[in-house]
């Protein structure tokens, strides 16, 4: 006996919505491309804002960085909403089953000494650092021009105040289910001087009202403090007999390597921009000015404290990759102040 | 780690780690002024003295936030995903019902999306973590929102007019200007004004008007995608209620100074987001086939019994009035959807929506919600326009209407208890006159004339020749129209459509 299965074929009137349609031509589109591409108005704004009457509601003008048209920056990882919650629960499950293990087995009580005091001095302050970083990016998911990029600076905000919980979480664990070692880390980020220059960093760019030129600052500061905490410090740990802090160290490490991609393609398509990319280079290079050197010395500060405590050699690996980041902005064509 | 002198006996309570995992991280700055991180929040004349009194509205924390929403929204899209392979929009109730769905689209996720974005703003600016956490929370369930609808009408896109081009049309068309300029108005303003308006105004007293009727409906109209956004973004808006609510009891407990700012804020957003629902009471009454409740019974339903009678009693506590031109409101609760559909009807020639003369079953179901008011729309106006119908014609009104400076309607709105003398107010300033619907609106523009000049008039663009060109067909393209958006419903193309597609399936059938 034979079935035969019949379904209607319906024609389409049309593969997507219009806006694609101009841009990518008559072809289906990816919910990436439908739920992010021109989702922000662009024109015909009623009101001035109160607090910015110079300004529109949204304004390429809040930044010094310019696209000549703001989509050229797509996500690399095309996160919308669901993916990205999706990825960041799996994530979040991840950290969880290795924190539970840490905390089952004790393994935060048993560090050694020098590891011990590392995380309760200079990891665990850190979580205010995440905090600052939140506010940082959410700058950006307000004020970037264009649904692309302030799509990434949101889901990267949301991040950021995720690892702040997380390394709190860390701490309660430490501290065998208390807050007192997370109070402790307060004291630490307010009055430690290894860890000031982090925090003057991170207030400066509080007032500093132009969302691209923070999260430069930020990036910038953060790719040597995670090569240095948690990239150099994760190898040094299994060799120091502290593998619980190579274990959740791995988790800061992975989200960073996500968190790169996003960050890199921007400042790429920054500069690859007809129009706009000589001047994006230069207002990068006006921030390299104005604050490479203090993050070298904010990084290099907290080095000096690791290598206090743990004898590891974080000075020489921060220096080195103080030296490998230079070498990669010289190969964008930036210039480093004190550079090669 | 050292042990300290004295350990603390008890671990950590669930409120106790909820705070040491969100308001502990904030910290005093010491190496700028607070004032210059968080600017803000002192010129709109709100005073807050501690900001540590933020009640958390609730206590999520990001891990469970991811895990929650990575549930919801995986079975949100398998709910999408098996209606776009198995036809689904074929069992609609009638391809009319779309026209709801195309209103939806093009008016609500931009708002959804502004709603994200000013919520990030209050996330970096508001100077209290508590506060800010809540508002990080919103902005990314409203970007989840505007995604998550458009994704769901998505399947629809590709088989009916109407909703190509909603983004382009949110920033042009004319109807589309009352939403916008809304959502402009409130982003506009400063933070606190943003957490009445949005957060308390829209999100507490109206959202149930406005989400009710097209959740419902789609529910009545077998639209299964928009039903499940509905439910899924359901846990989202009660979250969003609660944090409009300890906003607004934030801000009276702070400081009794703030009671008269609070009030006037209340006074106008009630109005501006009552004008705006307004679209949504034509839509309930008149587009959908299957209907659910009358505007009157959810008016009277959602915001005479649930606000007036109920959260109002308990906000007079702190002495909140209901809003000042609530009467108004009521009072027009049985014209409201009558007068709003007419307009919609006469100018839908220059819409991305089809509208028709309500048939016979539509009549008999407005004569029943309606006994008063109906019949004289029904002699006055529609059975004119079924008279031109039946002579092969159609009326569209050849001009352009003049719009309200505020609320950006149409005017066509009337003097209270008297539905047949059309309502307009104007106010001078600076020599000019500016023309208003309504007391409301009038109001609103004479509290802040130096804003509300501002605006972008759909209308007055046209004549300034902004707007394409002089003629309607130039100004239908500049707006993204395509033959199939708008105009009259019978014989539209997707009636034509939705008439191929089902006799074709009886045929094969």
Redesign the interface.
């Given at each position: 006996m034979q079935f035969e299965l019949?379904?209607?074929v319906?024609e389409?009137?049309?593969?997507?919505?219009?806006?694609l349609v101009r841009r990518y031509g008559d072809r289906p589109a990816s919910?990436y491309e439908?739920?992010?591409v021109?989702?922000?108005?662009?024109?015909?704004?009623?009101?001035?804002?109160?607090?910015a009457p110079d300004k529109e509601?949204?304004d390429p003008a809040y930044t010094v960085f310019r696209l000549t048209d703001p989509y050229s920056f797509m996500d690399p990882r095309q996160f919308?909403?669901?993916p990205y919650?999706?990825s960041?629960?799996a994530m979040?499950?991840a950290?969880?089953k290795s924190l539970e293990y840490v905390d089952t087995r004790g393994l935060?009580?048993k560090l050694p000494a020098g590891w011990?005091a590392l995380?309760?001095d200079l990891l665990l302050p850190l979580?205010?650092y995440?905090?600052g970083a939140?506010?940082i990016l959410?700058?950006g998911?307000?004020f970037a021009y264009g649904?692309t990029i302030?799509?990434a600076c949101?889901y990267s905000?949301?991040d950021r105040?995720?690892n702040?919980?997380?390394i709190?979480?860390i701490?309660?664990v430490?501290?065998d289910?208390?807050?007192?070692?997370?109070?402790q880390a307060?004291e630490k980020?307010?009055t430690d001087p290894a860890l000031q220059g982090l925090?003057?960093l991170i207030?400066?760019m509080?007032?500093e009202r132009d969302y691209a030129r923070e999260l430069i600052v930020l990036d910038l500061t953060d790719r040597l403090l995670y090569s240095l905490m948690f990239t150099h410090l994760d190898e040094a740990a299994l060799m120091g007999g502290a593998g619980a802090y190579s274990l959740l160290a791995q988790h800061f490490a992975g989200w960073f390597t996500d968190q790169r991609r996003w960050v890199d393609h921007l400042i790429k398509t920054w500069f690859a921009d007809e129009e706009f990319g000589e001047a994006n280079k230069a207002a990068f290079n006006d921030v390299l000015a104005a604050r490479w050197q203090q993050i070298v010395e904010a990084v290099g500060d907290l080095a000096t404290a690791v290598e206090a405590r743990v004898g590891t050699g974080a000075v020489a690996a921060s220096d080195a990759a103080a030296s490998a980041l230079v070498t990669d902005l010289e190969a964008l064509g930036l210039t480093v102040p004190g550079g090669k | 780690m050292s042990v300290p002198t004295q350990k603390p006996v008890r671990k950590l309570s669930m409120k106790q780690r909820y705070s040491a995992l969100t308001h502990d991280l904030d910290w005093p700055l010491s190496y700028v002024e607070e004032d210059d991180a968080f600017p803000y929040t002192k010129f709109e004349g709100i005073k807050v003295h501690d900001w540590s009194k933020w009640e958390d509205p609730f206590r999520l924390t990001v891990e469970s936030y991811n895990k929650y929403q990575a549930e919801k929204d995986r079975r949100l899209y398998a709910v999408l995903d098996g209606f776009a392979q198995s036809q689904g929009q074929l069992s609609l109730s009638d391809a009319s019902y779309m026209n709801a769905m195309k209103i939806f689209l093009q008016g609500i996720p931009s708002g959804e999306y502004q709603a994200h974005r000013n919520f990030a703003h209050l996330a970096r600016y508001l100077n209290g973590p508590g506060a800010r956490f809540a508002s990080l929370c919103q902005s990314m369930d409203e970007l989840r929102h505007a995604q998550t609808e458009i994704h769901t009408l998505s399947h629809y896109n590709k088989f009916f007019g109407g909703m190509h081009d909603w983004n382009k049309m949110s920033d042009r068309v004319w109807y589309l200007s009352v939403p916008k300029s809304f959502f402009d108005d409130a982003g506009t303003a400063g933070p606190f004004e943003w957490l009445i308006a949005i957060g308390f105004s829209f999100e507490y007293l109206l959202t149930n008007l406005l989400f009710v009727p097209f959740m419902s409906g789609a529910a009545f109209n077998g639209d299964l995608p928009t039903m499940t956004f509905g439910f899924s973004a359901q846990s989202d808006e009660s979250r969003h209620m609660t944090l409009g609510l300890e906003g607004i009891k934030f801000m009276l407990e702070q400081d009794e100074d703030n009671l008269p700012i609070v009030q006037a804020w209340l006074d106008k957003w009630f109005w501006r987001g009552y004008r705006l629902i307004s679209l949504v009471a034509g839509m309930m009454d008149y587009m959908l086939p299957k209907r659910v409740m009358s505007w009157k019974e959810a008016f009277e339903l959602y915001f005479e019994e649930q606000m007036l009678n109920g959260l109002f009693k308990d906000l007079a506590y702190y002495g909140i009035k209901p809003p000042r031109d609530v009467e108004w409101a009521i009072q027009e609760k049985e014209i409201l959807s009558h007068q709003v559909y007419w307009i919609l009807y006469q100018f839908s020639h220059a819409a991305a929506f089809t509208t028709t003369v309500p048939n016979a079953q539509d009549q008999a179901w407005l004569a029943e919600a309606y006994p008063e008011t109906w019949p004289i729309y029904k002699s006055v106006v529609w059975d004119k326009a079924q008279k031109v119908m039946d002579e092969g014609g159609r009326y569209f009104n050849p001009g352009l209407p003049q719009l309200c400076q505020v609320c950006q309607i149409p005017m066509g709105f009337t003097e209270p208890g008297d539905p047949m003398t059309q309502c307009q107010r104007h106010s001078i300033y600076e020599g000019e006159r500016y023309d208003t619907c309504s007391d409301g609106c009038k109001w609103i523009f004479e509290r802040e004339p130096e804003k509300y000049v501002q605006a972008w008039l759909p209308v007055h663009q046209i004549y300034q020749g902004n707007c394409g060109g002089p003629t309607l067909p130039d100004v239908a393209v500049w707006y993204g129209l395509e033959p199939g958006d708008g105009g009259e419903y019978v014989g539209s193309m997707d009636q034509l459509d939705w008439a191929a597609w089902h006799a074709s399936t009886v045929k094969e059938g």
């Open positions: 019949r379904t209607q319906i389409q009137r049309r593969k997507t919505f219009s806006n919910r439908e739920g992010s021109d989702i922000q108005a662009t024109e015909n704004f009623h009101y001035r804002p109160l607090w509601l949204y919308y909403y669901a919650v999706q960041r629960a979040g499950d950290f969880a935060l009580q011990d995380v309760g979580r205010h995440e905090a939140e506010l959410i700058e998911s307000r649904t302030e799509q949101m905000a949301f105040i995720g702040a919980q997380s709190s979480r701490g309660i430490y501290a289910g208390h807050d007192h070692a997370l109070s307060k980020w307010l925090r003057r207030e400066e509080l007032v | -």
